[in-house]
């Protein structure tokens, strides 16, 4: 049995309910040892890693590793939020009660540590001093060592934020065991994998994963999915799958600050981690703030609208990143940057990564290359040929300071004034590059109705076109109607009110699927437009959804777009949009207690719409 009395002792971990916490699972989970981690051990616990094997050198101070190979990605069906509430449930949350899942998942834990280390890693979702704070602090167990090193670059983790704590209980318990992996049936009826967040106890339990937001359960468990419940629960503030980026108008000096949430592997980290075109970039600068989540509250002494990134990293996705779509991103994983690569492919020999998009044409000498499963390249079948060389939700894990365009102020406790709210994701119709809103019900609206093609970020659901409200759908830990009326009084509350816009980068052409827009840092041009318009410099063209940017108003300057692509992505559909607006009367449906002021606003564009002209581009 151990001593845990002796170890959180030796780590100066006093609080009381912590130490009750770590005892009482220590002795369920049967841990071998106890190990209180803070960033200060990652270069011990990296040597440790590389030492095990479990991490692989991948150049100068970078380091690679594999996840099983059942194990790339979010399970949706395997995630629940439990609650003593029925009234919890939702239409997305997967809620079950409390009393019914705990002892389910609490079962397979039991004794599962057996032989191995509990890592004990306290940390905090926020920038110490954030007036959200006492939401933020959190306990995560595990018993996996690269989940620890995960931790440690995507959240502040420290013995320190859970040892003044102004109530000594306020902090989330966060259990992670991975579980014998190869024997947990995945993706089979007898799957065995539980990530239930127990919303109304704090409590997180995570069962049968070592991967991503399965895994480390600061990052959505607690920042997305207990954060929001909180928000709502507390009614102070809400927590978003959200990027928060800064514009910088070197001209005028004025300095704009924008979120969004565009569904999981759809955007966020590239267009918060964007460059401004090479052709404006002389007047503007981009910063990045963060690039999944992001908590936004009203300050009640000046009535601003607040937005903060509780995160202390990035899980970036590898797939296509490269000089052209993101060299910041590729700038903030160079050597001894300590960032961690996981499934991509990797050169045993050289210690080399690739992933797909890295470059035009995957390495032309095979020799030493093993794909994200360890198999050799060079061995594979004909018919394996073909097969990505990284898994397409391979990730790069690295700090928010490796960044090079981070904001100067990214850790400003009191966070930054929003002046836009935007919504996105991959449309391959009907969306055009951004439409304006700027009333309050028909953003929230907007975000409500956000439909988009799933992606590779979540098992099983690739490609498959569906509603994804706020692009939080698989992060939902309350139900639609309230979380919509938890919006409109947040947001409401704002002195200022931001501009709300839909945007789209992913519009295709019907015949031979193009994107019509080139995105990435192009994609800064629709949100310059979008501040030019809530400052009233320009003004549009108003449709039924929206308020759309006439050619001469968007700044093209160097680039050389196809006049009919352009026409496309500056035009409403009107017909194809009627059909989408019967969906979404249907989607709504779905919502009890859905506000009175968002069905307006659905009345109020299907009635605009009707009206509206045919501007259709053949
Ligand atoms: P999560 O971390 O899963 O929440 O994802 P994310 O929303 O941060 O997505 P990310 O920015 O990592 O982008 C995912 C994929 O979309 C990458 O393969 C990008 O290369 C691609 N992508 C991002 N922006 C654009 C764009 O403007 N145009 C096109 N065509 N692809 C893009
Ligand atoms: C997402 O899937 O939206 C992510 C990655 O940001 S994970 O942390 O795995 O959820
Ligand atoms: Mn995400």
Not at 153 to 160: G, I, K
């Amino acid at each position: 049995m151990v001593d845990v009395d002796k170890v959180l002792d030796e780590a100066g971990l006093h609080n009381p309910r912590v130490r009750e916490y770590v005892q009482h699972w220590a002795e369920h989970t049967g841990a071998a040892r106890i190990e209180v981690v803070s960033a200060a051990d990652d270069a011990r616990l990296v040597r440790e890693s590389l030492d095990a094997g479990e991490i692989l050198p991948a150049g100068e101070g970078l380091y690679y590793s594999r996840s099983y190979f059942k194990d790339t990605a979010r399970s949706e069906e395997r995630t629940i939020v439990a609650t003593s509430r029925p009234e919890d449930k939702g239409v997305y949350n997967n809620w079950r009660h409390s009393d019914e899942i705990r002892p389910v998942v609490e079962g397979h834990m039991k004794g599962a540590m057996a032989g191995k280390t509990m890592y004990v890693i306290p940390y905090l979702m926020s920038p110490p001093g954030s007036p959200l704070e006492a939401y933020a602090a959190g306990v995560e167990l595990t018993d996996h060592r690269t989940v620890v090193l995960h931790m440690i670059r995507m959240a502040r983790v420290d013995v320190s934020f859970i040892e003044n704590l102004a109530d000594p209980d306020s902090f989330v318990r966060a259990v992670h065991v991975t579980g014998d992996l190869e024997n947990l049936g995945q993706g089979t009826p007898d799957d065995k994998r539980y990530f239930v967040t127990v919303a109304d106890e704090r409590t997180i339990l995570h069962f049968g994963s070592s991967y991503g937001g399965n895994a480390l359960l600061g990052k959505i468990a607690h920042g997305l999915r207990q954060a929001a419940y909180d928000g709502w629960a507390s009614g102070k503030f809400l927590a978003e799958q959200f990027m928060l980026l800064g514009i910088t108008d070197k001209e005028t000096g004025r300095v704009y600050h924008i979120c969004g949430g565009f569904p999981s592997a759809s955007g966020k980290t590239n267009l918060a981690m964007t460059l401004a075109p090479d052709a404006l970039g002389d007047r503007y600068h981009v910063s990045f703030y963060g690039d999944d989540i992001t908590w936004l509250w009203v300050d009640p002494e000046d009535g601003k609208l607040y937005g903060m990134n509780p995160e202390f990293g990035v899980f970036g996705v590898a797939k296509d990143t490269n000089e052209l779509t993101n060299p910041t991103a590729l700038d903030s994983i160079r050597a001894d940057s300590h960032a961690l690569f996981t499934n991509i492919a990797y050169n045993e020999l050289t210690h080399e990564v690739w992933w797909e998009g890295r470059t035009k044409q995957a390495p032309a000498d095979l020799t030493g290359w093993r794909d994200w499963k360890g198999e050799l390249i060079s061995e594979r079948s004909p018919e394996q040929a073909g097969d990505p060389w990284a898994h397409p939700n391979s990730r790069f894990t690295t700090t928010l300071a490796n960044v090079p365009n981070v904001a100067a102020d990214f850790e400003r406790p009191e966070g930054v004034a929003i002046d836009g709210i935007i919504f996105g994701g991959r449309t391959r119709d009907r969306e055009p590059l951004v439409r304006a809103i700027t009333d309050l019900a028909e953003g929230v609206y907007d975000g409500l109705t956000l439909g988009a093609e799933a992606t590779f970020a979540a098992e099983g659901v690739d490609g498959q076109l569906r509603y994804d409200p706020m692009s939080m759908r698989p992060f939902m830990s309350y139900p639609e109607g309230p979380y919509a009326a938890h919006w409109l009084k947040i947001v409401g509350a704002a002195s200022e009110q931001p501009i709300f816009a839909h945007v789209n980068w992913f519009q295709r052409d019907p015949e031979d699927g193009h994107f019509l827009w080139p995105g990435y840092r192009e994609n800064l041009r629709a949100l310059l437009w979008l501040m030019q318009l809530k400052n009233g410099e320009v003004k549009g063209r108003e449709t039924a959804v929206g308020i759309l940017p006439t050619e001469d108003e968007l700044d093209l300057t160097g680039l050389d777009l196809p006049q009919h692509d352009l026409d496309r992505v500056l035009t409403i559909d009107v017909e194809r949009w009627k059909q989408e607006l019967d969906n979404r009367q249907a989607h709504l449906e779905q919502f009890p207690g859905l506000p009175e002021e968002i069905w307006a606003a659905h009345r109020r564009i299907v009635a605009t719409l009707a009206e509206q002209p045919e501007q259709r581009v053949e």
